[in-house]
Nanobody, 114 residues
Framework: QVQLVESGGGLVQAGGSLRLSCAAS???????MGWYRQAPEKQRELVAS???????NYADSVKGRFTISRVNAKNTVYLQMNSMKPEDTAVYYC?????????WGQGTQVAVSS
């Protein structure tokens, strides 16, 4: 398994941007990587994912605003968040999905003020 560390969270005004980073302790070349989020009193939900071949998938609520990318040489996955809304406020988690296991980071808080 790999350990994941998220960074880049913070407080931003509505309409603003943030870029989250997820640094892995080892190679992520063969893994599907994803960003999830969990708002208070809500279930964790998928925000975006990117396969090992670069195929991306987004939640309807973030399509056109968020972009997931990966740099395998740096063992890092990014989530660029633009045109942010108060409803994007949540703890954001990075996930590495292998066939036999799944690994999570500790999360990074994102807050969007109106």
């Amino acid at each position: 398994q790999v350990q994941l560390v998220e960074s880049g969270g913070g407080l931003v005004q509505a309409g603003g941007s943030l870029r989250l980073s997820c640094a892995a302790s080892g190679s992520i070349f063969s893994f599907k990587m994803g960003w999830y989020r969990q708002a208070p009193e809500k279930q964790r939900e998928l925000v975006a994912s990117i396969s090992n071949t670069g195929r991306t998938n987004y939640a309807d609520s973030v399509k056109g605003r968020f972009t997931i990318s990966r740099v395998n040489a740096k063992n890092t996955v990014y989530l660029q968040m633009n045109s942010m809304k108060p409803e994007d406020t949540a703890v954001y988690y990075c996930n590495a999905d292998a066939i036999s296991w799944s690994s999570w980071g500790q999360g990074t808080q994102v807050a969007v003020s109106s």
